[in-house]
């Protein structure tokens, strides 16, 4: 690791028509969420912008209440990763997958895969949720109490983080000249017997070029927060406020160092949706156009269930009723990201028209010029309140070519952003360190 001064990262969130719900139709394009030379097209421009890495969400192909009105994440992560990959170069590909359903040496083997298939730009995005119809879809019975999931996830990924480990650096020999491949000395049997998982493997697949994949987090709860400070490279989040985010930020890193771990090497990356004009209100109408796309009484509806309250409890043109919406008890998985849209609408006394202006999905949205966003990514930086963003453009792929012609620039002249990459593999691109110990 050097001592070069800090620069920002960015990612981009994969979404087939970017993060506005009425992009697809913006785009009229019925049928991007499964065309592969459509995402390779977004990965590119996100290469030619020099963002870390492409972050690819998942909701297990399940079909619920919101799809009727837009598209979803169709195909596998890893999968479509791994075809992206092949038309690309140097841009990091993180998957989410889960570390409550399927079983830890599926997992291992598929992110070791992916890492060997992309020459080290794998990364695996943990998460810990327990939606209904994935539990019902993995055969899952009733959900666990929050604690214990995470006890779950934790013994699941300990079994992954040694299957990683059951050959050493050197066990591959492949020696043509007396044909001995494989030094069997140097195989490791991992035999975990947990309460949840019981696993008695060899993986078969050689130390990957990263050594392992990179691991992030997903979530803002104090225990996601413990959990990504033991275990992750990078923790994904939702930060609305700045003095929130600047006390979450340094929150992460007290406890990365307190896992005997460089607080460095725990990148805290808020979402952030952009929608960028030349001006502001070039900006605000591209905004206000997709809102109207979608229609209002539809997007009070996605406000609603955000909260988790009926939609007839909000008023356009009013405040949001804090104390009624309050009374409402979501579950434990989504009270930090609800928590986050009530204080960011205390904060401002928003409208409900106003928030949903602002963005009803609960990630903190800039609408403005290419300046004005520029500013926004360089006050949480520089302030602490975040090492960089997961950005989710309004539509893909114009929302996502006008960030990287005319935001990207901007960051580059004001030195916090890279012009070139700096490495190889997504490690060295995060700058994160090596592998700790299983």
Known sequence: MTDAPRQLHLNLVLLADGA?????????SPDSFTDIDHFVELARIAERGTFDALFRGDNHGAIHSEHGRRNWHALEPVSLLAAISQRTERIGLIGTRSAIFGTPFEVARQFASLDHITAGRAGWNIVTSWAPETA???????EPPQEERYRWAGEFVEAVLRLWESLDP???VADVSTGRFLDE???HEVDVRGRYFSVRATLGSPRTPQGRPVLFQAGAS????????????????VQRTLAGARGFYADVKALAAGHGRRPEDVLVLPGLEVTVGSTEQ?????????????????????????????????KL???????QVEAFTPPSRARPFRDQVLAHARERNLTVRELIADNPGGHLSIVGSPEQIADHLQTWFVERGADGFNIFVDTAPEGLELFVDHVVPIL?????FRHEYPGRTLRDILGVGGPGPA
């Open 20 to 28: 506005h719900v009425a992009g697809w139709r913006h785009n009229r």
């Open 136 to 142: 019902t879809a993995f055969g899952v019975g009733a």
């Open 170 to 172: 050197d066990a591959v």
């Open 185 to 187: 000395t140097k195989v």
């Open 222 to 237: 104090p225990r996601h927060r413990q959990y990504a400070a033991r275990w992750a490279d990078g923790l994904f989040t």
């Open 282 to 314: 070039e900006a605000r109408a591209r905004r206000n156009g997709l809102n109207e796309l979608y229609g209002m009484e539809h997007l009070v509806e996605k406000i609603a269930e955000r909260l988790f309250v009926p939609p007839d409890l909000l």
């Open 317 to 323: 043109d009013a405040p949001l009723p804090y104390e």
């Open 412 to 416: 580059r002249r004001r030195g916090i």
